[in-house]
């Protein structure tokens, strides 16, 4: 899908990017337990858990900036809301240690700053086993004057940047920084600079977009063209042909190119017809094959991070879905924790598979 020169070249691009990001920014912090220290909590009886070491990390929106900026891209400037509380502080000293423009996050005493609480204990064969998550997040929409600095912002990054990334994190609708305003102002921007790249991914609601350049994966095409799965039982893997169909039809549904994700077995590429509405060319893009133990945690976010960076980069669509398996089958193979990819290590792979 790529050759190992188009792919240098690709990637020597990516420290000359700015790129805009909107979504809900989490702070993913880690409690690592040591189950050799023991104590009784005095007034429940209960064992206190001792913790002996916190790592602090940017999520969600945040997976995606530690991905790009592990690839060497120049930098990243997002359009979030954060509480004023020490969660925000903490995340902030995290993206500091990045190439990061703080400058348009908006913090609203009234939020939270969403964050995943994360206990690690001991696996009995080694590494880190995470125990259950404990969520701080929002239950209501943000507030109109909130809401109104929001878009101001989101319209300022966009026009300042090469390419904005659309992350709806959220399952609920409102409750995040991605709503129903800010899905009409997207439509805006997009259709006043066609030419620009706005890529989007949206956990519970991706069918509702109509702009841009969508990431579904296969099972929420399927949905979004009315297939039912049963409560507390996987949906089958469809076949390839199944997945390419469903892919199709969502991006005639959307109106819009797409990446739909199939993990391991790669992705599928549906681009623009002649018209330059969607449900022209569709290519599979395969993914690359990894050994051993995997974590698929952030894989769709650090492919996200890899597509994006490529065709800001120059890369054609399908040169940049390899771009992003290739990012996502480094990263599934770091455990108890968020993986990254660097350049160097894409070269590796690409000639581990290909040489």
Request: glycine share 10%; with cysteine.
């Amino acid at each position: 899908m790529i050759t190992l020169e188009r792919l240098q070249t690709v990637l020597a691009q990516f420290s000359k990017l700015s790129i805009g990001l909107v979504g809900d920014l989490f702070l993913d912090r880690y409690l690592e337990l040591d189950d050799d220290l023991h104590e009784l909590s005095i007034e429940t009886g209960l064992e206190a858990y001792q913790i002996t070491r916190i790592r602090n990390s940017p999520g969600a929106l945040g997976t995606i900036m530690n991905n790009l900026a592990a690839l060497g891209v120049g930098r990243m400037t997002p359009v979030t809301v954060l509480g004023d509380d020490g969660q925000a502080y903490d995340l902030s000293r995290a993206l500091a240690s990045m190439p990061v423009d703080q400058s348009h996050i908006i913090r609203d005493p009234a939020r939270l700053t969403p964050t995943y609480t994360k206990p690690l204990r001991r696996a009995p064969k080694g590494g880190w086993a995470e125990l259950n998550r404990l969520d701080l997040r929002n239950c209501a929409p943000l507030g109109a004057e909130t809401e109104a600095k929001l878009l101001a912002e989101l319209t300022a990054v966009f026009d300042a940047t090469d390419g904005l990334i659309v992350l709806d994190q959220v399952n609920e609708e409102g409750w995040g920084v991605i709503g129903p305003a800010v899905d009409e102002h997207l439509a805006k921007l997009a259709a006043r600079s066609p030419d620009k790249l706005m890529f989007i991914d949206s956990r519970a609601h991706i069918a509702q977009f109509r702009c841009g350049t969508l990431k579904p994966n296969v099972h929420e095409c399927l949905a979004a063209l009315g297939a039912k799965s049963k409560q507390g039982v996987p949906d089958a893997v469809p076949t390839i042909e199944a997945s390419t169909e469903a892919a199709r039809r969502f991006a005639e549904l959307t109106g819009c190119p797409l990446y739909c994700t199939m993990s391991e077995r790669g992705m599928l590429v549906v681009e623009a017809d002649a018209t330059g509405g969607a449900g022209g060319k569709t290519t599979v893009a395969a993914g690359y094959q990894v050994h051993g133990p995997i974590d698929p945690v952030g894989a769709g976010d650090s492919a996200t991070a890899g597509i994006v960076s490529a065709l800001l980069a120059g890369a054609t669509r399908v040169e940049a879905a390899a771009v992003g398996n290739l990012t996502a089958s480094i990263t599934v193979q770091q455990l108890g924790t968020t993986g990254t990819a660097t350049p160097a290590q894409l070269v590796a792979r690409w000639q581990e598979t290909h040489g």
